[in-house]
């Protein structure tokens, strides 16, 4: 009886994950919304609920490797479109996976932009606030540019590594695009994000600073 209720479960859990309503729900996120005020005893059972879920197929966290079918092309995703699906490249930049971050964090010393403030975060990461559309030809382009600037004294060879909340922002591979508009050459666009990171178990710290543009 119970292997027909977990079946059961699991047929309508698949069934409901394909709502756009839904599509970035995870235990994790679930877990999250868990208020800091909590009891003890309602936090742990609500942390048995979340065994259930899993064992009902709802995902851990996002699988930031997961193919998009989203076609990749060097324009800005728009304001309205901002938090779909995004592709799984970037012209003129790399595409990198948490294992990938890792080894860079490990061999190089990337300056890391976020544009989610999320924290605890990768260690060292300034949080970037800046639009979150736009054309590589209006007024944040100049202002990033000189920014820029200042951050690699003009190194353009800089390594940079940018990312957003998840693998649904499309903030961070705007960044990337005007990164490598202003003629950055090792830009580095971190897909899986800020909750990616949180899943790996690696090490995370505050944000590191902020700039606004």
Do not use: C
Not at 82 to 102: A, F, L, S
């Amino acid at each position: 009886m119970r292997a027909q209720r977990v079946d059961n479960a699991k047929q309508i859990i698949a069934r409901a994950l394909k709502a756009d309503n839904l599509r970035e729900f995870t235990v994790r996120s679930w877990l999250r919304g868990i208020p800091r005020y909590s009891s003890p005893e309602n936090v742990t059972r609500l942390q048995l609920m979340a065994d259930d879920l899993r064992l009902a197929g709802v995902p851990d966290h996002m699988d930031e490797t997961l193919e998009s079918g989203v076609p990749s092309s060097g324009e800005m995703r728009d304001l309205a479109r901002i938090n779909t699906p995004t592709p799984m490249k970037v012209p003129g930049g790399q595409t990198v996976t948490t294992r990938d971050v890792i080894a860079l964090l490990a061999n190089e010393k990337p300056l890391i932009l976020s544009t989610t403030p999320f924290t605890p975060t990768i260690p060292g990461t300034f949080h970037m606030t800046l639009a979150t559309g736009g054309t590589l030809d209006d007024d944040w382009q100049p202002r990033l540019g000189r920014l820029m600037q200042q951050l690699t004294n003009g190194d353009v060879n800089r390594p940079v590594l940018v990312f957003a909340f998840n693998q649904n922002r499309w903030h961070s591979r705007n960044l990337a695009l005007r990164l490598i508009a202003l003629g950055y050459k090792n830009v580095f666009w971190y897909r899986g994000g800020w909750e990616a990171w949180e899943a790996s178990e690696q090490p995370r710290a505050p944000l590191a600073g902020q700039w606004n543009l």
